[in-house]
T-cell receptor, first 114, second 116 residues
Framework: SQTIHQWPATLVQPVGSPLSLECTVEGTSNPNLYWYRQAAGRGLQLLFYSVGIGQISSEVPQNLSASRPQDRQFILSSKKLLLSDSGFYLC?????????????FGSGTQLSVL | AQKITQTQPGMFVQEKEAVTLDCTYDTSDPSYGLFWYKQPSSGEMIFLIYQGSYDQQNATEGRYSLNFQKARKSANLVISASQLGDSAMYFCAMTPTTDSWGKLQFGAGTQVVVTP
């Protein structure tokens, strides 16, 4: 069966420090991968999506970047964190070609930038 | 571009009662999918139910049913026989099937609190 792993679960970082959040999917090949951010008490905002290795599309211009070095690995990064980067980050996947199917989400990373 | 609107920021419902969560959407795409997710305090996103825009019947999944009114562009979630474990944030979402990336756009959510 397919599983998605996201880590770390919580992270406290000072302003100006770098960031690396990792997400991996098991049990499937060539998944569509997504990074979402959720501000406190708000809905989910799509940040990045990828349909293949090295193929990244950004939804919102920001201080963050994403990379997909391997088929089932999706990384969210920042060179210098801002206070506004605080939030709950969720990685999600969907099967290839299943564009109208449900997303499966990871357990999320709570990022606090101080 | 599509837009999802959830007008109820929070609701209280008594245990064993039914509750309806409102969701309206705006899209020019002829084909799309509508989803409901549940987010408990732990933060995980749990898929509840799906409705395709060309589905003839309203979707049902156990105690969850989707009241889909295409002409009114509404996709309300009905939870029957509420349980204490239903207390959570509920999100409506959609993706147009013409979107080659399968992006899912979410509403702002409705916080549901089930009371004994």
């Amino acid at each position: 069966s397919q599983t998605i792993h996201q880590w770390p679960a919580t992270l406290v970082q000072p302003v100006g420090s770098p960031l690396s959040l990792e997400c991996t999917v098991e049990g499937t090949s060539n998944p569509n991968l997504y990074w979402y951010r959720q501000a406190a008490g708000r809905g989910l905002q799509l940040l990045f999506y990828s349909v293949g290795i090295g193929q990244i599309s950004s939804e919102v211009p920001q201080n963050l970047s994403a990379s997909r070095p391997q088929d089932r690995q999706f990384i969210l990064s920042s060179k210098k964190l801002l206070l506004s980067d605080s939030g709950f980050y969720l990685c999600a996947w969907r099967g290839p070609g299943q564009l109208n199917e449900k997303l499966f989400f990871g357990s999320g990373t709570q990022l606090s930038v101080l | 571009a599509q837009k999802i609107t959830q007008t109820q920021p929070g609701m209280f419902v008594q245990e064993k009662e039914a509750v309806t969560l409102d969701c309206t959407y705006d899209t020019s795409d002829p084909s799309y999918g509508l989803f409901w997710y549940k987010q408990p305090s732990s933060g995980e996103m749990i898929f509840l139910i799906y409705q395709g825009s060309y589905d003839q019947q309203n979707a049902t999944e156990g105690r969850y049913s989707l009241n889909f009114q295409k002409a009114r562009k509404s996709a309300n979630l009905v939870i029957s026989a509420s349980q204490l474990g239903d207390s959570a944030m509920y999100f409506c979402a959609m993706t147009p099937t013409t979107d080659s990336w399968g992006k899912l756009q979410f509403g702002a959510g409705t916080q549901v609190v089930v009371t004994p």
